[in-house]
């Protein structure tokens, strides 16, 4: 019976065909993303339609098809090698619910002569032969170069991506459903074909065990005063900037239930639109003695002729339905509450269909669109038309390999995100560099902790300087390298030591040297060329004296004691007088760090010696960043280490991130290195990043202002509310437009109270800006969190199991949530 019904006869060269002769091109589009788009890019995408629809030709139905389907997050455990935190992330995101979106366009021809369907006429009731226009091939050519030309106009407009659909997407096969048999019975993407009942008379429309209402825009007297390209939402708004939605988005992204969005345009000859307007104005001329309705009724319908032809308006006719569905009979008047207050929020009122919703249906069908019943339409101009449009989707997980797991703003499904190889493929960046800036309390240590351990899993080798130990959990929990000093653990280096990989360069000795100098000279000393060929030939000694004692450790003792007897021979030999190189003189002056001296300890390390092939080292200077002695010598040797990665592990990424350490590295005579390090660490595929708290600190760095802000194209800005009034100020230094600033300070403005996260604004090269969640799982949440009181519970647990703090972090992790349930 369906069978004989169905108004579809074939698809042919990609075309569906109805029995009717229509024949409809069906496009797969890709939408930009929610909160993302700027009241100008929202204004600019509502003209792109407006072109493109004016190019269809007469007699052109333009049917757009919005799904919105609530959806669980599937994990994937099936990853290899999976870390203990990525595998709780995953568990912990199981099932989050999400509205899957994917939107299609149809674009139908109807032939000449075809009459138009109404409530009473359909081909749900009368099917038909194919007319002779159908069957003409140069029409059909002139068709799909109209919507050849429609595809061309949306996409060069950059925001919208179309797929045309093939027959065998439309035609379901033996694997999957199609285009067709998914709309009918209401189960796209479903992994296997199942066949439904359809009930579409009645009180109640049934597809299968599912109840159907359909709620239609589809009188003039129930659309808004007023319509545009966007509206304020003011959720994220505030009383200095203005935050844009599409003007239809609450019936798209924010209607948190399964349903569909029907987009109906049909374009028509003008002139014999104007034609039958115009009759219907001479009858309510008529007619307007007899009635005041009337009389309104002639000055609106002569209002509209008037404009159609002064401003070269194409009229139109439209409708707009939501299709909305459950299981469950008693959840529809649920279901009505939201579709209703979505429609509020656009000033329109909903009509909730009974007898016609099965004709709605129907027409919904995927090239059936010019079977729509007429009758249910209203006359519009296009511009107005385009504004009922449903303009964006949700947030789209990137495919690159590299990035982090962050969450969708609106439901905080996870999605990847990749901040520094995929920005620069696409033009938005030229270098991968990041500046961080969030006040205490925003999230900033918790963001960068979550980067850095999803940067460390996919391969990175990270140097991390640090002045508040938010980094030691992590640092446990992957086994890195963790310096810091303490009166009974101070730290310890070895920059003697020549590791696994690593060889005695060029580039090995002048570090070495350099350290030598600054232990040996003041700042406002300077090295006579003499000193610095003794120095070099001293190194150079000394390893040659090295590898005839393979027993011997490479260290500063070894070194010390080398020159104080070889050396001192050697210069003797040579007649180099003190004044050319005072060895005496060098040797008092590093006295302190030969062995029984105060410093001793500096550099003669025996333990975490390979900071070459070390993937993750954490300097911790809080307890030396004021130290005289010990701080110059330590930032020397992490400029050091991280130069070495950058220009001896080749193919290989690599991270450095300075928090708030970089105001006292760049007061120690280092700027120099930090502009150095942002401007050329992209030739070595490598990212530099800096993380700061205040604002007065970008203010008053002239580094942070030139070399660090220009250098860094990924700009990462955390909750930024308390800085409002002045936040022009920061928009001006950090080049953010009127768009990212309405971005910043709408973070945080309305998270859900019933899950725990805070939001983060990241702008790639200004061309790309979002806002996204950082939510975590609780093991990923006690590795990360720098409050004392919960650093001090997870330590205590790891000491449960002999230090291990994978195993600590699980069993408080199963403690604190079993105590919640």
């Keep these: ?53 004016k190019t269809l030709p007469h007699r052109t139905v333009f049917h757009k098809q ?30 989050r619910p999400y509205l899957d979106h994917h939107c299609h366009i149809h674009l139908t021809k109807m032939p000449d002569g075809r009459k138009p369907s109404t409530s009473l006429f359909s081909n749900l009731v009368r099917p038909s032969l194919v007319p002779r226009d159908t069957l003409d091939r140069q029409q059909v050519q002139d068709f799909l170069d109209a919507a050849g030309q429609f595809r061309r106009i949306l996409e060069d407009s950059g925001f919208v991506k179309l797929v045309r659909l093939t027959e065998r997407d439309i035609w379901s096969n033996e694997r999957s459903s199609g285009l067709l048999e998914q709309y009918c019975f209401l189960q796209p993407g479903s992994p296997g074909k199942l066949i439904k009942d359809l009930e579409l008379a009645g009180e109640n429309l049934r597809v299968g065990d599912q109840y159907v209402q359909v709620y239609s825009l589809g009188d003039a007297t129930d659309l808004p005063a007023l319509c545009g390209s966007r509206i304020d939402y003011d959720r994220y708004s505030t009383d200095r900037t203005r935050f844009s939605i599409g003007f239809a988005s609450p019936l798209g992204q924010l209607l948190p239930c399964d349903h569909i969005v029907n987009q109906y345009v049909f374009i028509e000859e003008p002139q014999r639109t104007l034609k039958a307007l115009e009759s219907k104005r001479l009858r309510l001329q008529s007619l307007a003695a007899y009635s005041r309705e009337n009389t309104i009724a002639r000055d609106a319908v002569n209002q509209f002729l008037n404009e159609a032809i002064s401003e070269q308006r194409l009229p139109v006719k439209a409708h707009f339905n939501v299709m909305v569905w459950t299981d469950q009979k008693e959840g529809l008047p649920e279901l009505k509450n939201k579709v209703s207050s979505a429609l509020a929020q656009m000033d329109a009122v909903a009509k909730i ?30 511009d107005q038309a385009t504004c009922f449009l449903n303009l964006e989707t949700g947030y789209r997980s990137s495919v690159s390999p590299v990035g982090l797991r962050l969450g969708d703003r609106l439901t905080g499904k996870p999605v990847h995100v990749d901040i520094s190889d995929e920005p620069m493929r696409r033009g938005f960046c030229t270098n991968r560099n990041k500046f961080i800036l969030g006040p205490s309390g925003s999230g900033k240590s918790f963001f960068t902790n979550h980067m850095v351990r999803s940067y460390y899993e996919q391969g990175t080798h990270i140097v991390l300087v640090d002045v508040g130990h938010s980094y030691k959990g992590l640092c446990d929990m992957v086994g890195g390298y963790y310096f810091t000093y303490s ?30 100098l600054a232990l040996w000279k003041k700042d406002n000393e300077t090295f006579k060329r003499s000193e610095y060929v003794a120095l070099s030939n001293a190194l150079t000694g000394y390893y040659e004296h090295l590898s005839h004692r393979p027993q011997a450790f490479p260290c500063f003792n070894g070194f010390y004691e080398y020159l104080k007897t070889h050396f001192v021979r050697e210069l003797e030999n040579d007649n180099v007088k003190d004044k050319d190189f005072d060895v005496n003189n060098f040797l008092y002056v590093l006295r302190p760090y030969y ?13 975490n010696l390979d900071l070459l092939q070390q993937r993750f080292i954490v300097f911790e200077l809080d307890n030396i960043k004021d130290h005289p002695i010990l701080f110059p010598v330590v930032t020397i040797i992490i400029m050091e280490v991280f130069i070495n990665k950058m220009r001896k592990l080749h193919g290989v990424r690599k991270m450095i991130l300075i928090e708030e350490a970089w105001k006292a590295i760049a007061r120690e005579g280092m700027a120099e290195y930090i502009k150095y390090l942002f401007k050329t660490v992209r030739k070595y595929f490598g990212e530099a990043i800096v993380v700061t708290q205040e604002v007065e600190d970008i203010i008053s760095s ?13 700009k990462i800005l955390l909750d930024q509310s308390k800085y409002q009034n002045k936040f ?12 990212e600033k309405a971005l910043v300070l709408s973070v945080n403005k309305a998270n859900d109270p019933a899950k725990k996260y805070k939001e983060v604004f990241i ?9 996204y969640r950082t939510e975590v799982s609780l093991e990923e949440y006690l590795a990360y969190t720098t409050e004392q009181s919960e650093k001090v519970k997870v330590m205590e647990y790891a000491r449960k199991f002999g230090g291990n703090i994978r195993k600590g972090i699980a069993a408080l992790a199963t403690e604190m949530q079993n105590k919640s349930e």
């Excluded at 369906?2 to 939408?31: N, Q």
């Excluded at 609530?70 to 992330?89: A, C, N, Q, V, Y």
């Excluded at 702008?763 to 806002?771: A, D, R």
């Design 353 to 382: 269909e009974t007898a016609g919703a099965g004709q709605l249906f129907w027409g919904g069908i995927p090239g059936n669109a010019a079977d729509f019943p007429i009758n249910d339409t209203f006359d519009t101009f296009v």
């Design 595 to 607: 062995k029984g001296g105060e410093f001793d300890y500096l550099l003669n390390s025996r333990k």
């Design 728 to 739: 022009d100020q920061i928009q001006e230094l950090l080049g953010l437009t009127a768009k």
């Design 487 to 516: 009166e009974e653990n101070p730290i310890r280096f070895n920059p003697f030591y020549i590791g696994g990989g690593d060889t005695l360069d060029t580039e090995k000795k002048e570090s070495i040297k350099t350290l030598l």
């Design 66 to 95: 919005d799904w919105f389907l609530d959806t669980g997050h599937r994990p994937d455990f099936t990853k290899e090698d999976i870390s203990f935190l990525s595998h709780s992330s995953e568990r912990f995101f199981n099932e």
């Design 763 to 771: 702008s790639l090269g200004g061309m790309l800006s979002k806002v």
């Design 1 to 53: 019976m369906l069978e004989d019904l169905f108004p579809i006869m074939d698809v042919e060269h990609d075309c569906i065909l109805s029995k009717k002769g229509d024949v409809t091109v069906v496009f797969k589009a890709e939408l930009p993303e929610i909160f993302t788009l700027s009241d100008q890019e929202y204004e600019s995408f509502h003209q792109t339609w407006i072109k493109a629809l």
């Design 702 to 714: 002239p580094i942070v202002k030139q070399a660090i802000i220009n250098n860094s194209d990924c």
